[in-house]
């Protein structure tokens, strides 16, 4: 079996996390449509998942993160939930659960980040409510 998680590490002012990377974009490695709107999101659109805890039910939906890593900030919009209770689905394109402490963003978070394309991936950032 895999780990599965219901809850997230506490806010804090500046939240530690791992950035990872995903498409929102249909047909993308996201799996289906965003949670908070049932839609698909341009990869050039500034866009988040939260792990379950962080997501929180939705209560961050369609709201701004503030991310800092790589020496810079970038603002960006809760679309979705990375799942740490479930995965191994078409609906979580057949990915494992997300650990709880992940910030699951577009490429225009990381090109944000001034993080050069070879390093996308994973990277520790703090965040915070924007």
Request: with cysteine; proline share 5%; charged share 15%.
């Amino acid at each position: 079996m895999y780990p599965t998680y219901t809850c997230s590490p506490p806010m804090s002012g500046n939240t530690q996390a791992y950035l990872t990377l995903n498409s929102f974009e249909a047909g993308g490695d996201g799996g289906g449509p965003s949670e908070c709107d049932g839609q698909y999101h341009n990869d050039n659109t500034p866009v988040v998942a939260l792990s379950t805890g962080w997501y929180n039910g939705g209560s961050r939906c369609l709201k701004n993160i503030r991310i800092n890593g790589n020496g810079q900030s970038v603002v960006a919009m809760v679309v979705g939930e990375c799942d740490s209770t479930e995965g191994c689905d078409a609906d979580h394109d057949y990915q494992l659960p997300c650990p709880n402490n992940i910030v699951d963003a577009s490429k225009a978070v990381w090109e944000a980040l001034g993080v050069s394309k070879d390093n996308w991936g994973g990277l520790e950032i703090t965040w915070s409510d924007a």
